[in-house]
């Protein structure tokens, strides 16, 4: 029995190595946003040693997907930008650094042509990133990792 443990302690130290510290740092699940308000963003990436990260890209939930099948109308929302932050050796001279604030968009106002703004109050959405990045171990691609923040869209109180 004790080589199973062994074993068992080699790969949860395997795993503990690779596990990535990313988050969004802010803003925090829970901030209530008023239309065309400025809040600030500060997204830590998985980098570290053994990790190299590449890009993120920022999005606006407003309606969860669907599905993980192909839709029309798989989601809602609003991209925001593909940014990356320094990391050595991966990414040591990223060119499209991340804002430290973003503004909110007035979802009432009619994004133009066809499309038509809608006034909600209250409404529950989320920032959302989406991660490349790779570790020492390998693999088929890029790792993606996937974090968000709950956030109070126009929120009344």
């Known amino acids: 029995m004790p080589k199973v443990t062994t074993l068992w ?8 190595v690779l596990a ?6 802010s803003p925090a699940s829970g901030t209530k946003i008023k239309p065309g308000a400025t809040f600030a963003f500060e997204y830590r990436t998985a980098a570290d040693y053994c990790v190299s990260s ?6 606006l939930d407003t309606q969860d997907p669907t599905s993980l099948y192909p839709s029309n109308t798989w989601a809602r929302g ?12 991966g990414n040591p001279y990223p060119r499209n650094l991340p804002p430290s604030n973003f503004t909110m968009p007035d979802f009432s106002i009619s994004p133009g042509g066809f499309g038509v703004g809608s006034k909600v109050n209250d409404a529950h959405i989320k920032l959302l990133v989406l991660e490349e990045y790779q570790t020492c171990a390998g693999g088929l691609g890029n790792t993606i ?4 923040a709950n956030l ?5 109180s």
């Open 54 to 59: 590449y890009n993120f890209t920022v999005w």
């Open 20 to 25: 990535t510290d990313a988050a969004i740092v």
């Open 78 to 89: 609003v991209f925001l930008g593909e940014f990356a932050l320094p990391n050595y050796p």
């Open 9 to 16: 302690l080699t790969v949860a130290a395997a795993v503990t």
């Open 152 to 156: 109070i869209y126009n929120a009344t």
């Open 145 to 148: 990792g996937f974090h968000y």
